[in-house]
């Protein structure tokens, strides 16, 4: 435990991990933000349904060839037609990534650099291509997503409700590149490599 | 990952629908109607296919079964046809889906049941359609995990049916390819590169418990399916030894036969007219026949002998005739041949001593009256000749044994449509 508090219950918030910037109580279900020396609450974690999952907070996996993946932290989106989980963890070398999960798409995604981003005229469609670090991509998928919950730690801060766009591009030989924008022109760019969803397998 | 939709009701006939697929799923189609709906814009009718004819299969929707530990349900249904020279090939399609490993297909054709997932990490090199195929000189080849794949055959679908949820957009009349490669030796699992509007590679494995698995009413498997792995009958070590050693001793006792037979002796090479009226040999053992046997050249002719034959002791032990004929014409394959330049005399000796042979022609074509005749004995004769048989038929029936596995890769790679002259 920590010696940070839930500002909603004061109950003891867990052993934070040096990345973490929102924590979910485990007393209350507060959404905490941490803020250097200050916490602020960021109202609920929003309901996660029971659903089978491939992967679990505090439940290492391995994740075929990138090895054993632990999560620490877990964001659902709903899509409208369904929803996807995405898991943030480390693999066994401390490396901090995400695992995209839906419905047995499995991407294991590392942000790209922002030199590396793809330079595009206005927004993403489907058939569209860019290109990233030498290697094109073809827009696959472009839909709207909402936040619908968490749990454990996230290395940024999630709004639960807040909608934002996302598009799915897909590369030469399984490579996937996705990209995520919110209304106030913020955007984020990952790059992934897909794993099969019978290669990931509980360690514990 | 489905959302809490469990049921609809068909927007074109009213019937209830189950929802068994997840979020990814794009259309519906309705089995009482043949409506198609767009599951992503409120079920709304996007066509009609009434009068579908359903295909032969024992699999239904909401169906649920384990593949790997996996719960699958089944959510779809896919009637498939390729028509080529005048032939008709079918099979069924069904999609699967987990909520956790997402999608795949089982198929059933000709009663043998495979499991088809999408591939993501593709191949290197171009991908491969029909009509590429056509351009190669050389069976196309690829590498996928390490693994070498040779190019099996080229398919043209065309879909009849249709009934449940998909992923994408089906409908009956579409048509689309796909190429198939299976890897050599032992490996039995397909690598499909499939052209119906969108370009997928898919992996195919055998799953011959699918039915078992789904609580489906069992299969009834017709010859070797390319993707049927070898198994070896029960048996088949012991068989495969016992014929080895069949041959192994039916072989021994033919050569065993064959060393002890005594030497070949020639009484008389000559003309017929030439024949002695008498001629005699020794006999020193009687455990074993004794064999007289005359060859003559013939050609288009005939010759009968007359044989009189006695013992040391002075009974005759045969008096017998032996007629020699041979014709034959025609060329390649229509040449014949009719009759034998061989015949013989084999007797049981009675005592040891010297035997006495009479022999005269009896009526000699004109023909055979220049060709040589020749007479030769043979003390110690044993019959060799059904040993070697059995030794024969051992070692095909040991061959057979053993080239099962050999047989049943031949037997899968039969349907593949590159030809030898392509290679």
Redesign the interface.
């Given at each position: 435990m920590t010696d940070r508090t839930c500002p909603n219950c004061g109950a003891a918030l867990p052993e934070l991990l040096a990345h973490a910037r929102m924590v979910n109580c485990e007393f209350c279900g507060s959404s905490v933000v941490l803020e250097d020396a200050a916490t602020r609450l960021a109202g609920q974690a929003g309901v996660m349904a029971d659903?089978?999952?491939?992967i679990e907070v505090g439940v290492p996996v391995r994740l075929g060839e990138a090895g054993s993946f632990n999560a620490t932290g877990h964001v659902r989106y709903d899509?409208?037609?369904?929803?996807?989980?995405e898991y943030h963890g480390s693999l066994e070398d401390g490396t901090l990534l995400w695992v995209s999960?839906?419905?047995?798409?499995v991407a294991l995604q590392r942000p790209v650099p922002k030199s590396n981003w793809p330079r595009m005229q206005g927004p993403p469609r489907i058939g569209r291509q860019v290109s990233s670090n030498g290697i094109d991509y073809t827009c696959s998928e472009v839909d709207n997503a909402t936040a619908v919950a968490f749990r454990g730690q996230l290395p940024e801060e999630i709004v639960l409700g807040e909608i934002h766009m996302y598009a799915n591009f897909s590369g030469?030989?399984?490579a996937i590149l996705s990209a995520e924008f919110w209304g106030d022109g913020e955007a984020a760019w990952f790059t992934g490599v897909?794993i099969?969803?019978?290669e990931v397998e509980r360690l514990a | 990952m489905t959302g809490t939709v469990s049921a609809i009701n068909c927007t074109n006939c009213g019937a209830g629908l189950e929802v068994l697929g997840g979020g990814r799923v794009v259309t519906q189609v309705c089995g009482y109607c043949g409506a198609r709906l767009d599951a992503n814009d409120a079920y709304r009718v996007l066509s009609v296919h009434a009068g579908m004819v359903r295909p032969d299969t024992p699999f239904r929707l909401g169906m649920t079964g384990e593949i790997d530990g996996v719960r699958h349900t089944i959510i779809g249904t896919l009637g498939y046809v390729e028509r080529w020279g005048g032939q008709e090939w079918r099979w069924v399609d069904h999609m699967l889906y987990s909520a956790t490993h997402g999608y795949a297909w089982l198929t059933v054709e000709d009663g043998h049941t495979l499991l088809t997932r999408k591939v993501r990490d593709w191949p290197d090199a171009s991908f491969l359609t029909a009509q590429t195929v056509e351009l190669v000189d050389t069976r196309p080849v690829r590498t996928w995990r390490g693994r070498s794949y040779r190019y099996y055959a080229s398919s043209s679908w065309e879909i009849d049916f249709v009934e449940g949820e998909f992923t994408w957009r089906p409908e009956r009349g579409q048509r689309g390819s796909a190429v198939s490669l299976m890897p050599t030796g032992r490996a039995s699992d397909m690598l499909t590169y499939a052209d119906g509007g969108e370009r997928e590679i898919e992996v195919t494995r055998y799953f011959p418990e699918a039915a078992a698995t789904f609580g489906a009413e069992a299969l009834r498997p017709q010859g070797v399916h390319p993707l049927q792995p070898y198994e070896a009958k029960r048996g088949k070590r012991f068989y495969g030894l016992w014929f080895a050693a069949m041959t192994v001793a039916a072989l021994a006792i033919a050569m065993a036969v064959t060393a002890t037979s005594g030497a070949r002796v020639t009484l008389f090479h000559g003309p017929p007219a030439d024949l002695p009226a008498e001629m005699s040999f020794e006999v020193a053992s009687t455990t074993r026949p004794v064999r007289l046997q005359l060859f003559q050249d013939l050609a288009q002719s005939w010759a009968e002998y007359e044989m009189t034959l006695t013992d040391p002791a002075g009974t005759v032990l045969a008096q017998t005739g032996r007629g020699i004929s041979y014709y034959y014409g025609g060329s390649g394959e229509d040449a014949w041949s009719e009759g034998s330049r061989f015949a013989s005399l084999t007797f049981e000796p009675t005592v040891p001593g010297r035997y006495l042979l009479e022999m005269a022609p009896d009526q000699v074509d004109p023909g055979a009256s220049r060709a040589p005749l020749r007479l030769t004995v043979q003390e110690g004769r044993g019959a060799a000749l059904w040993s070697w048989i059995a030794a024969g038929l051992f070692a095909v029936a040991f061959l057979w044994t053993l080239s099962a596995g050999w047989r049943h890769r031949m037997a899968r790679w039969k349907g593949s449509d590159w030809t030898e002259e392509d290679d």
């Open positions: 659903a089978p999952e491939l899509y409208g037609r369904g929803y996807w989980d999960v839906d419905e047995g798409d030469p030989r399984g897909w099969d969803p019978y | -």
